[in-house]
């Protein structure tokens, strides 16, 4: 069940505080600092600062606050609309605009509202998954084009596939996860590199009719592959041979990027797809609710940084 929009941490500071905390450190404050676990207080009467508290390690006794260390540190944005935010864009299938957040939560300009959802969508990068397919998994492999490509205008002009923005996924059939990654070209040297990264030497590799996956399917357990230009889309082997898992991820992806978000440019594609792919990976029916997804988001939020000292604000994103 996802929690209600009346939930107090969606509005009130001090609840919004307490479940960050209670997500961050659940068995204890631990001290970015020293990283030393329960040993610190809360600095009550000592500062008009709330939710700021004090290492009682000798030697550190350094002050900390929960956003510490995290994409929330030195934001001026209240934290429950973080959480708000966070719920929203999770909550989403295809995701949710920079300017219905603007709207929703009230902020002073569009600008803010841009630069949070791409802080969001960086705690939703997940990073390295390690060897993809482990177990023997079956993993589906396929590329996909958007918009234009600004490094290939001259394609572009011509119609060419080549002039868009190319997008290579892998799905995994067993766990529902998905992974993707913004290439330059469709070539070998290009494709190959990333999909060996992120696939078992177990695993069995599904792909369509492309060259660019023949060598590779060499070095893998098992490789099949359907014939879409002969109107083949499915063959009943064992296990089943098709890409229908990998098509359905980019339906998602491309009905939000044209329809939510309209418009990406290359610098920031590669955000807006680990928002789709963590969504995916992490959907109802994989047993994961609107609550625990944004509950996921929150807890990755912590490490990371994301900066702009300029940034171009994309004007139908």
Request: include cysteine.
């Amino acid at each position: 069940m996802s929690a209600p929009l009346t939930d107090p941490i969606f509005h009130d500071e001090d609840a919004a505080r307490a479940h960050f905390e209670a997500l961050r450190w659940p068995n204890g404050r631990v001290c970015p600092h020293c990283g030393v676990e329960g040993n610190s207080t809360l600095m009550q009467g000592k500062t008009t600062r709330p939710g700021l508290y004090k290492c009682k390690e000798k030697e550190c006794r350094k002050p900390f606050s929960a956003t510490m260390g995290t994409l929330y540190e030195k934001s001026h944005i209240p934290l429950h609309k973080w959480l708000l935010a966070t719920h929203l864009m999770c909550s989403s299938k295809k995701g949710i605009s920079a300017h219905q957040l603007f709207r929703m939560l009230g902020f002073g300009s569009y600008r803010t509202a841009w630069f949070m959802a791409h802080r969001i969508r960086e705690a939703m990068r997940e990073g390295d998954l390690g060897p993809f397919g482990m177990g023997g998994a079956t993993v589906e492999v396929d590329e996909t084009f958007l918009g234009t490509d600004p490094d290939y205008v001259q394609e572009a002009k011509r119609g060419s596939v080549h002039g868009k923005m190319k997008v290579l996924t892998l799905v995994e059939r067993e766990t529902g996860r998905a992974r993707s990654f913004v290439v330059d070209k469709l070539t070998i040297n290009d494709i190959v590199p990333v999909v060996e990264a992120n696939l078992s030497r177990e695993a069995r590799l599904m792909t369509d009719e492309s060259k660019l996956y023949v060598e590779m399917g060499k070095a893998v357990r098992d490789h099949q592959s359907v014939k879409h230009n002969e109107g083949e889309y499915v063959r009943r082997n064992q296990p089943t041979v098709h890409t229908n898992t990998i098509e359905g991820f980019f339906s998602i992806f491309k009905r939000g990027m044209r329809g939510v978000y309209q418009h990406s440019s290359k610098k920031h594609l590669h955000r807006y797809l680990a928002e789709f792919d963590f969504r995916y990976s992490y959907r109802v029916a994989l047993g994961v609710n609107d609550t625990q997804r944004a509950a996921i988001a929150v807890s990755n939020v912590v490490g990371k940084r994301l900066t702009y000292q300029r940034p171009q604000v994309q004007t139908a994103s």
